[in-house]
């Protein structure tokens, strides 16, 4: 049976496996993976660490996370594990792990995420920068020559114009940290022509012309445009949209969580696509695993962090001289 043609369960994924090999052609980070006390977590942790990907450092109830590992079958003995009292305090501990410099990357593990964010966004003790912090979902669509970075599909809700000026360039500083030789955003609305009554046609034509003026960087960007013409060349075509992005996008940036969420989850449940996962815009990625998530999945989110702290480290490097 050809690949193409497998069940999604069968069916080869060449884009994570690309990134999952270039992230282990380079240094393994140091990872803190607040409270992993189950078995989906435990095992990206270990299965990760196996790969050279990442250095585990396992923050939570230590005796939770002995008895999930020994369930699973799971060797953690050379891991690091930092007891933590309940899950509050295993986000909190993973946090000041980033801060004291001991970890390049933070994973979620069988915590809400909105424990894990209330303690990235802290005020005092938190890692914010001067980014807005956003989500990214780096899907492998079947059929689909390039991987497709979706974003905000799961952080800010109903972001205005300023916050969609970070999460641009959010998306597209994490488009050239995973190898993409040319990053191409489209700016979605249910149109592509600028339309008074629809404000998020507006809010793309804005950022378009902040791209022309030097206020996003490192990208191509073109909008509104209709999800058809953002990534088919024949319905741009047949719109006659003459553009460098139109029918060609690698990046996809939604009006809204809603429309966002929407929009992955139809790719995931309707086209077999799987949705690798990271928060950028802190001063670390971090890795938010879903218990429905493959393995490879998992894998290639850290993967993605990796390729995203080295990127980080060369423009600390090059600030420096």
């Given at each position: 049976?050809?690949?193409?043609?497998?069940?999604?369960?069968?069916?080869?994924?060449?884009?994570?496996?690309?990134?999952?090999?270039?992230?282990?052609?380079?240094?393994?980070?140091?990872?803190?993976?607040?409270?992993?006390?189950?078995?989906?977590?435990?095992?990206?942790?270990?299965?990760?660490?196996?790969?050279?990907?990442?250095?585990?450092?396992?923050?939570?109830?230590?005796?939770?996370?002995?008895?999930?590992?020994?369930?699973?079958?799971?060797?953690?003995?050379?891991?690091?594990?930092?007891?933590?009292?309940?899950?509050?305090?295993?986000?909190?501990?993973?946090?000041?792990l980033v801060k004291s410099g001991r970890a390049e990357a933070l994973m979620?593990?069988?915590?809400?995420?909105?424990?894990?964010?209330?303690?990235?966004?802290?005020?005092?003790?938190?890692?914010?920068?001067?980014?807005?912090?956003?989500?990214?979902?780096?899907?492998?669509?079947?059929?689909?020559?390039?991987?497709?970075?979706?974003?905000?599909?799961?952080?800010?809700?109903?972001?205005?114009?300023?916050?969609?000026?970070?999460?641009?360039?959010?998306?597209?500083?994490?488009?050239?940290?995973?190898?993409?030789?040319?990053?191409?955003?489209?700016?979605?609305?249910?149109?592509?022509?600028?339309?008074?009554?629809?404000?998020?046609?507006?809010?793309?034509?804005?950022?378009?012309?902040?791209?022309?003026?030097?206020?996003?960087?490192?990208?191509?960007?073109?909008?509104?445009?209709?999800?058809?013409?953002?990534?088919?060349?024949?319905?741009?075509?047949?719109?006659?949209?003459?553009?460098?992005?139109?029918?060609?996008?690698?990046?996809?940036?939604?009006?809204?969580?809603?429309?966002?969420?929407?929009?992955a989850k139809s790719l995931s449940f309707l086209a077999g696509a799987d949705?690798?996962?990271?928060?950028?815009?802190?001063?670390?990625?971090?890795?938010?695993?879903?218990?429905?998530?493959?393995?490879?999945?998992?894998?290639?989110?850290?993967?993605?962090?990796?390729?995203?702290?080295?990127?980080?480290?060369?423009?600390?490097?090059?600030?420096?001289a």
């Open positions: 049976m050809p690949d193409d043609a497998a069940p999604a369960s069968q069916r080869r994924h060449d884009k994570y496996e690309r990134l999952v090999d270039a992230a282990r052609q380079l240094r393994g980070v140091a990872m803190a993976v607040a409270h992993p006390c189950d078995q989906v977590s435990l095992e990206s942790a270990v299965e990760a660490a196996k790969l050279g990907l990442i250095q585990p450092i396992l923050v939570g109830p230590a005796a939770r996370i002995r008895a999930a590992a020994d369930g699973a079958k799971l060797d953690i003995g050379s891991f690091e594990l930092i007891d933590a009292e309940h899950s509050q305090d295993s986000a909190e501990k993973a946090v000041l979620k593990g069988s915590l809400h995420t909105d424990e894990l964010m209330a303690a990235v966004v802290a005020r005092d003790r938190g890692i914010r920068t001067a980014r807005r912090i956003s989500h990214c979902f780096i899907m492998d669509v079947p059929g689909h020559a390039d991987a497709l970075i979706i974003s905000d599909a799961a952080v800010n809700i109903a972001p205005d114009l300023e916050a969609k000026v970070h999460i641009v360039q959010n998306a597209i500083d994490l488009a050239h940290a995973i190898g993409a030789q040319e990053v191409r955003v489209a700016i979605l609305s249910a149109m592509e022509t600028v339309n008074p009554k629809v404000p998020s046609t507006i809010e793309a034509a804005a950022l378009c012309k902040m791209a022309d003026r030097g206020q996003i960087t490192g990208a191509r960007l073109d909008g509104p445009l209709a999800l058809d013409n953002a990534i088919s060349a024949e319905a741009a075509a047949i719109k006659h949209i003459v553009s460098d992005v139109a029918g060609r996008a690698n990046v996809l940036i939604v009006p809204d969580l809603e429309a966002g969420n929407m929009l949705a690798a996962g990271i928060v950028l815009g802190a001063r670390v990625p971090i890795v938010l695993t879903s218990r429905a998530d493959v393995l490879l999945t998992r894998l290639a989110s850290c993967a993605v962090a990796v390729l995203v702290a080295a990127a980080r480290r060369v423009d600390a490097n090059a600030a420096v």
